[in-house]
Protein backbone atom coordinates (compact mmCIF):
# COMPACT_ATOMS: atom_id res chain seq x y z
CA UNK A 1 0.00 0.00 0.00
CA UNK A 2 2.87 2.58 0.90
CA UNK A 3 4.54 1.47 -2.41
CA UNK A 4 1.23 2.18 -4.39
CA UNK A 5 0.73 5.83 -2.44
CA UNK A 6 4.38 6.81 -3.15
CA UNK A 7 3.93 5.94 -7.11
CA UNK A 8 0.07 8.05 -6.84
CA UNK A 9 1.86 10.86 -5.28
CA UNK A 10 4.68 11.14 -7.70
CA UNK A 11 7.43 10.27 -5.22
CA UNK A 12 8.66 7.21 -7.58
CA UNK A 13 8.20 5.96 -11.19
CA UNK A 14 6.72 3.27 -12.38
CA UNK A 15 10.09 1.52 -12.80
CA UNK A 16 10.86 1.76 -9.27
CA UNK A 17 7.50 0.74 -7.93
CA UNK A 18 7.61 -2.66 -10.23
CA UNK A 19 11.19 -3.20 -9.12
CA UNK A 20 10.02 -2.73 -5.57
CA UNK A 21 6.99 -4.56 -5.29
CA UNK A 22 9.17 -7.66 -6.86
CA UNK A 23 11.68 -7.56 -4.14
CA UNK A 24 9.12 -6.52 -1.66
CA UNK A 25 7.13 -9.88 -0.76
CA UNK A 26 10.17 -11.49 1.17
CA UNK A 27 13.92 -10.97 1.68
CA UNK A 28 16.21 -13.61 1.39
CA UNK A 29 19.25 -13.80 4.13
CA UNK A 30 20.55 -16.89 2.92
CA UNK A 31 19.31 -18.70 6.05
CA UNK A 32 16.14 -17.45 6.13
CA UNK A 33 13.53 -15.36 3.59
CA UNK A 34 12.07 -12.75 6.05
CA UNK A 35 7.90 -12.51 5.01
CA UNK A 36 7.14 -8.88 4.09
CA UNK A 37 3.60 -9.51 2.77
CA UNK A 38 2.94 -11.89 5.82
CA UNK A 39 0.69 -9.11 7.48
CA UNK A 40 -1.01 -7.97 4.11
CA UNK A 41 -1.90 -11.97 3.43
CA UNK A 42 -3.01 -12.65 7.12
CA UNK A 43 -2.91 -9.73 9.29
CA UNK A 44 -0.13 -10.66 11.16
CA UNK A 45 3.40 -9.55 10.71
CA UNK A 46 6.35 -12.43 10.32
CA UNK A 47 6.40 -13.73 13.84
CA UNK A 48 10.25 -15.38 15.04
CA UNK A 49 10.42 -18.65 16.02
CA UNK A 50 13.97 -18.54 17.98
CA UNK A 51 14.24 -22.07 19.00
CA UNK A 52 16.66 -24.51 16.64
CA UNK A 53 18.13 -20.34 15.54
CA UNK A 54 21.55 -19.70 16.60
CA UNK A 55 22.27 -15.70 17.87
CA UNK A 56 23.59 -14.44 15.02
CA UNK A 57 20.29 -15.86 12.41
CA UNK A 58 18.00 -13.91 15.20
CA UNK A 59 19.95 -10.89 15.07
CA UNK A 60 20.33 -11.18 11.25
CA UNK A 61 16.53 -11.17 11.18
CA UNK A 62 15.94 -8.41 14.06
CA UNK A 63 18.25 -6.23 12.23
CA UNK A 64 16.61 -6.89 8.68
CA UNK A 65 13.14 -5.94 10.16
CA UNK A 66 14.41 -3.15 11.58
CA UNK A 67 16.04 -1.94 8.40
CA UNK A 68 12.26 -2.07 6.47
CA UNK A 69 11.01 0.04 9.12
CA UNK A 70 9.49 -2.50 11.20
CA UNK A 71 7.20 -1.11 14.56
CA UNK A 72 6.63 -4.23 15.87
CA UNK A 73 8.41 -7.47 16.41
CA UNK A 74 7.70 -10.25 18.16
CA UNK A 75 9.95 -13.83 18.42
CA UNK A 76 8.76 -16.51 20.64
CA UNK A 77 10.85 -19.79 22.36
CA UNK A 78 13.96 -17.10 23.14
CA UNK A 79 16.38 -18.14 26.07
CA UNK A 80 17.66 -14.77 28.08
CA UNK A 81 21.06 -15.66 25.71
CA UNK A 82 19.55 -14.66 22.75
CA UNK A 83 17.91 -12.20 24.01
CA UNK A 84 20.65 -10.09 25.44
CA UNK A 85 22.50 -10.36 21.95
CA UNK A 86 19.37 -9.19 20.17
CA UNK A 87 18.94 -6.14 22.91
CA UNK A 88 22.47 -5.09 21.45
CA UNK A 89 20.72 -3.99 18.16
CA UNK A 90 17.72 -3.62 19.30
CA UNK A 91 17.96 -1.67 22.87
CA UNK A 92 14.04 -1.54 22.88
CA UNK A 93 13.53 -4.69 22.52
CA UNK A 94 11.50 -6.51 25.76
CA UNK A 95 11.50 -9.91 27.45
CA UNK A 96 9.27 -11.94 29.28
CA UNK A 97 11.63 -14.75 31.03
CA UNK A 98 8.36 -16.94 31.91
CA UNK A 99 7.06 -16.91 28.48
CA UNK A 100 10.50 -16.88 26.38
CA UNK A 101 9.02 -14.04 24.30
CA UNK A 102 11.10 -11.22 22.56
CA UNK A 103 9.03 -7.99 22.16
CA UNK A 104 9.04 -5.11 20.48
CA UNK A 105 6.38 -2.38 20.39
CA UNK A 106 2.95 -3.03 21.04
CA UNK A 107 -1.01 -1.59 20.20
CA UNK A 108 -1.57 1.77 22.32
CA UNK A 109 -4.77 -0.11 22.22
CA UNK A 110 -6.64 -3.18 21.76
CA UNK A 111 -7.55 -3.02 18.08
CA UNK A 112 -10.21 -5.82 18.45
CA UNK A 113 -13.53 -5.95 20.14
CA UNK A 114 -14.42 -8.63 22.69
CA UNK A 115 -12.28 -10.29 25.02
CA UNK A 116 -9.69 -13.27 25.61
CA UNK A 117 -9.35 -15.25 28.57
CA UNK A 118 -6.43 -17.30 28.89
CA UNK A 119 -7.32 -19.66 32.03
CA UNK A 120 -4.48 -21.80 33.63
CA UNK A 121 -4.67 -25.30 35.50
CA UNK A 122 -1.53 -24.95 37.41
CA UNK A 123 1.31 -22.47 38.20
CA UNK A 124 3.74 -25.20 36.36
CA UNK A 125 1.54 -24.55 33.14
CA UNK A 126 2.34 -21.05 33.48
CA UNK A 127 4.90 -20.51 30.65
CA UNK A 128 2.43 -21.65 28.09
CA UNK A 129 -0.20 -19.95 29.71
CA UNK A 130 1.36 -16.80 29.42
CA UNK A 131 3.00 -17.58 25.53
CA UNK A 132 -0.76 -17.73 25.02
CA UNK A 133 -1.88 -14.19 26.62
CA UNK A 134 1.19 -12.17 25.54
CA UNK A 135 1.08 -13.29 21.91
CA UNK A 136 -2.74 -12.72 21.80
CA UNK A 137 -1.88 -9.30 23.67
CA UNK A 138 0.05 -8.46 21.24
CA UNK A 139 -2.07 -9.31 18.03
CA UNK A 140 -4.43 -6.69 19.20
CA UNK A 141 -6.72 -8.39 21.89
CA UNK A 142 -7.83 -7.13 25.46
CA UNK A 143 -6.65 -10.04 27.24
CA UNK A 144 -7.49 -11.25 31.02
CA UNK A 145 -5.43 -14.12 33.14
CA UNK A 146 -6.65 -16.43 35.75
CA UNK A 147 -4.34 -18.73 36.61
CA UNK A 148 -4.43 -21.73 39.33
CA UNK A 149 -7.81 -22.95 38.48
CA UNK A 150 -7.61 -26.25 38.11
CA UNK A 151 -9.93 -29.05 38.78
CA UNK A 152 -8.25 -29.87 41.53
CA UNK A 153 -9.70 -27.12 43.21
CA UNK A 154 -12.82 -26.60 41.34
CA UNK A 155 -14.48 -23.67 43.31
CA UNK A 156 -11.32 -21.58 42.28
CA UNK A 157 -12.62 -21.63 38.77
CA UNK A 158 -16.64 -21.29 40.01
CA UNK A 159 -15.43 -17.94 41.83
CA UNK A 160 -14.51 -16.56 38.24
CA UNK A 161 -17.40 -17.15 36.63
CA UNK A 162 -17.75 -13.52 35.81
CA UNK A 163 -14.40 -13.26 34.35
CA UNK A 164 -15.56 -16.36 32.08
CA UNK A 165 -19.01 -15.20 31.03
CA UNK A 166 -17.56 -11.68 29.85
CA UNK A 167 -15.12 -13.37 27.52
CA UNK A 168 -15.42 -14.01 23.64
CA UNK A 169 -13.20 -17.04 23.74
CA UNK A 170 -11.47 -18.46 26.15
CA UNK A 171 -8.32 -20.55 26.26
CA UNK A 172 -7.94 -23.41 28.51
CA UNK A 173 -3.89 -24.66 29.66
CA UNK A 174 -3.77 -27.68 31.39
CA UNK A 175 -1.44 -30.39 31.71
CA UNK A 176 -1.54 -33.82 33.83
CA UNK A 177 -5.51 -35.23 33.06
CA UNK A 178 -6.09 -31.98 30.65
CA UNK A 179 -9.77 -31.93 32.25
CA UNK A 180 -9.94 -27.97 32.35
CA UNK A 181 -10.84 -27.28 29.42
CA UNK A 182 -13.65 -29.67 28.91
CA UNK A 183 -14.84 -28.53 32.44
CA UNK A 184 -15.04 -24.52 30.95
CA UNK A 185 -16.24 -26.35 27.65
CA UNK A 186 -19.40 -26.79 29.92
CA UNK A 187 -20.15 -24.06 31.33
CA UNK A 188 -19.57 -21.38 28.76
CA UNK A 189 -21.27 -21.02 25.12
CA UNK A 190 -17.78 -18.98 23.50
CA UNK A 191 -15.30 -21.01 21.81
CA UNK A 192 -12.71 -22.81 24.32
CA UNK A 193 -9.02 -23.12 22.74
CA UNK A 194 -7.20 -26.33 24.84
CA UNK A 195 -3.84 -26.41 25.38
CA UNK A 196 -2.14 -29.32 26.66
CA UNK A 197 1.09 -29.25 28.35
CA UNK A 198 3.98 -31.32 28.77
CA UNK A 199 3.67 -31.03 32.59
CA UNK A 200 3.15 -34.34 34.75
CA UNK A 201 4.37 -37.72 36.10
CA UNK A 202 5.53 -40.61 34.23
CA UNK A 203 1.76 -41.43 32.55
CA UNK A 204 1.34 -38.06 31.45
CA UNK A 205 4.09 -39.11 28.90
CA UNK A 206 5.25 -35.46 28.31
CA UNK A 207 1.19 -34.06 27.99
CA UNK A 208 0.30 -37.24 25.26
CA UNK A 209 -2.11 -38.05 28.26
CA UNK A 210 -3.69 -34.12 28.57
CA UNK A 211 -3.48 -34.02 24.54
CA UNK A 212 -5.94 -37.37 23.78
CA UNK A 213 -8.08 -36.40 26.50
CA UNK A 214 -8.84 -32.82 25.44
CA UNK A 215 -9.06 -34.31 21.68
CA UNK A 216 -11.57 -37.17 23.17
CA UNK A 217 -13.64 -34.13 25.32
CA UNK A 218 -17.22 -34.22 25.38
CA UNK A 219 -17.60 -30.52 25.32
CA UNK A 220 -19.02 -28.97 22.46
CA UNK A 221 -16.78 -26.66 21.11
CA UNK A 222 -13.86 -27.01 22.01
CA UNK A 223 -10.68 -27.37 19.97
CA UNK A 224 -7.73 -28.65 20.53
CA UNK A 225 -3.80 -27.10 19.28
CA UNK A 226 -0.60 -28.93 20.07
CA UNK A 227 1.35 -30.07 23.29
CA UNK A 228 3.26 -26.65 24.94
CA UNK A 229 1.87 -24.64 21.70
CA UNK A 230 0.52 -21.40 24.06
CA UNK A 231 1.28 -19.41 20.60
CA UNK A 232 -0.63 -21.60 18.05
CA UNK A 233 -3.19 -20.74 20.67
CA UNK A 234 -3.12 -17.01 21.42
CA UNK A 235 -3.15 -16.57 17.44
CA UNK A 236 -6.03 -18.83 17.17
CA UNK A 237 -8.09 -17.34 19.98
CA UNK A 238 -6.72 -13.76 18.02
CA UNK A 239 -8.37 -14.80 14.75
CA UNK A 240 -11.58 -15.79 16.20
CA UNK A 241 -11.87 -12.24 18.00
CA UNK A 242 -11.60 -10.60 14.97
CA UNK A 243 -14.82 -12.09 13.97
CA UNK A 244 -16.21 -9.73 16.37
CA UNK A 245 -15.01 -6.83 14.24
CA UNK A 246 -12.50 -4.38 15.39
CA UNK A 247 -12.53 -1.36 16.88
CA UNK A 248 -12.29 1.97 15.22
CA UNK A 249 -8.70 3.57 15.61
Known sequence: MEILQKLEKGEIRAEEAEKMLKIEPFEELGYAKVDYHREVRTGVPEIIYCAGKTQEQICGIVKNMLEHGAEHIFGTRCSREKYEAVRKICPDMEYDELARIISRGKPAQPFNNGMILVACAGTSDLPVAREAALTARFLGNEVEEIYDVGVAGIHRLLAKMDVLTR???????????????????????????????????????????????MLNSCASGTSVVNIDNGFGAGYMAHSINCLAGKRSR
Do not use: C, Q, R, W
Request: proline share 4%; glycine share 14%.
Open 167 to 213: ANVVIAVAGMEGALASVIGGLTDKPVIAVPTSVGYGASFNGLAALLA
